[in-house]
């Protein structure tokens, strides 16, 4: 159904990179957040006709490629440009507002997860689906609080070590849930896919009923 693809759409979202400017704090990310997002949009747009909450999901993701195109353009011009200082600026803006973006993303893609969840009777994917939510929710304040609060220093670095380990965390239960329902929603209306007969079985199965 897309939830194996939206899986590794999440992944590509780790964060290790290569620095090319430590006093700008511009680098390269090893895992690639455009690839990401693509594979987000491929997942919701297959994801799409089981909830509203996957197609607003979808439209997100193209708004999230958008500024991944962005950040891996503004690295590139800051190597030929002089205005290193301004294009760091930009690339802090749009970091920002694709953390937003990927918020709004979640709340959209679990929502639909969570809806999907109940129509199969799986309220205990269900319930995964709101808890990754709120973990997102966690992760975003002290995100928006870093960006918007003059902090020291001091409170600086322990602000961004939380919404680090926020951000992880979320990352890492949002794999979990999607991987249930990979394993648990891989048809409509049906809760365990084992049970769908193969190509292989059904093929059996016609050669055995073929009359004489």
């Not at 030929?80 to 979640?106: M, N």
């Not at 670095?157 to 380990?165: A, D, E, G, K, R």
Request: positive net charge; hydrophobic residues 50%.
């Amino acid at each position: 159904m897309g939830f194996g693809i939206l899986l590794f759409g999440y992944t590509m979202l780790i964060e290790y990179g290569i620095t090319v400017s430590s006093k700008f704090n511009i680098g390269i990310d090893i895992f690639p957040d455009i690839l990401g997002y693509f594979l987000m949009f491929y997942a919701t747009r297959k994801l799409s006709p089981y909830s509203q909450g996957f197609k607003n999901a979808r439209f997100m993701s193209i708004l999230m490629m958008v500024l991944g195109a962005a950040t891996l353009i503004l690295p590139i011009a800051a190597l030929f440009q002089k205005g290193l200082p301004i294009i760091s600026t930009a690339l802090q803006y749009c970091y920002f507002t694709r953390d937003i973006f990927v918020f709004i993303f979640s709340v959209f893609v679990f929502a639909g997860i969570r809806e999907l969840a109940k129509d199969v009777d799986l309220p205990k994917i269900a319930s995964k689906a709101v808890t990754a939510t709120v973990l997102w929710a966690l992760y975003l304040i002290p995100r928006i609080s870093i960006f918007i609060v003059n902090y020291t220093d001091a409170q600086k670095s322990f602000v961004s070590t939380l919404y680090s380990i926020f951000f992880y965390i979320a990352l890492l239960f949002s794999v979990y849930v999607l991987f249930n329902c990979h394993v648990r929603i891989c048809y409509e209306g049906e809760e365990d896919p084992e049970t769908k007969e193969s190509i292989i079985e059904k093929f059996i199965k016609k050669i055995k009923n073929k009359p004489d």
